[in-house]
């Protein structure tokens, strides 16, 4: 199975504040990496397909870059709706793995 | 609009069997795979299993000796069952559509393995 590891697992930032989360394959996923949000209580959102195709009604200030085994999504300018916690999720092969969340809190 | 929403009982006893549906809405089951994916508390998410859109299922190897995957197109329902639960088994269950890899997900449902 392929690991996914994420980093930070944990963020603490500004409204306005440029972050960047990301997350590493232990073999290259040829691209084939989502980025999802989640509010506690509700559905995970999807962000980002295939590491940096932003989803229909997704605001332009996420964004996703990477290939082989890095990949990072970033939020340019943070608004107080994104404060939540963002997974990534390889379907390059199955079973598709996940990685370990990053709760982004307001400072 | 696409909406999935998982139902199924909220506190299993361990041993039991876990029975779980996803009912769908805005598209067909004849044309999206369905996955299922579940989260202990407090742990990240693990991918469990899929229905393809033409009936065809797929398990992850941990889980294939316990777990079943099948669907109802008539009533838009995918269902899920599996064996031999364990306390370890609790989390929260999660169904999302592969319209280019979980495009959708269900709200889950919070299954807890107790005596």
């Known amino acids: 199975d392929i690991q996914m590891t994420q980093s930070p697992s944990f963020l603490s930032a500004s409204v306005g504040d440029r972050v960047t989360i990301n997350c590493k394959a232990s073999?290259?996923?040829?691209?084939?990496l989502n980025w999802y949000q989640q509010k506690l209580g509700e559905a995970p959102k999807r962000l980002i397909y295939?590491?940096?195709n932003l989803q229909t009604g997704i605001p332009s200030r996420f964004s996703g870059s990477g290939s082989g085994t890095d990949y990072t999504l970033t939020i340019s300018s943070l608004q107080p709706e994104d404060f939540a916690t963002y997974f990534c999720?390889?379907?390059?092969?199955?079973?598709?793995?996940f990685g370990g969340g990053t709760k982004l809190e307001l400072k | 609009q696409v909406q999935l929403k998982e139902s199924g009982p909220g506190l299993v006893q361990p041993s039991q069997t876990l029975s779980l549906t996803c009912t769908v809405s805005?598209?067909?089951?004849?044309?999206?795979?369905v996955h299922w994916v579940r989260q202990p508390p407090g742990k990240g998410l693990e991918w469990m299993g899929r229905?393809?859109?033409?009936?065809?299922?797929s398990y992850n190897s941990a889980l294939k000796s316990r777990l079943s995957i099948s669907r109802d197109t008539s009533k838009n329902q995918v269902f899920l069952k599996m064996n031999s639960l364990q306390t370890d088994d609790t989390g929260t269950y999660y169904c999302?559509?592969?319209?280019?890899?979980?495009?959708?997900w269900g709200q889950g449902v919070m299954v807890t393995v107790s005596s």
């Open positions: 073999q290259n996923i040829n691209k084939y």
């Open positions: 295939n590491t940096n």
């Open positions: 999720l390889q379907h390059n092969s199955f079973p598709w793995t």
């Open positions: 229905m393809r859109y033409n009936g065809d299922t």
């Open positions: 999302t559509r592969d319209g280019g890899a979980a495009d959708y």
């Open positions: 805005g598209f067909s089951l004849t044309s999206y795979n």
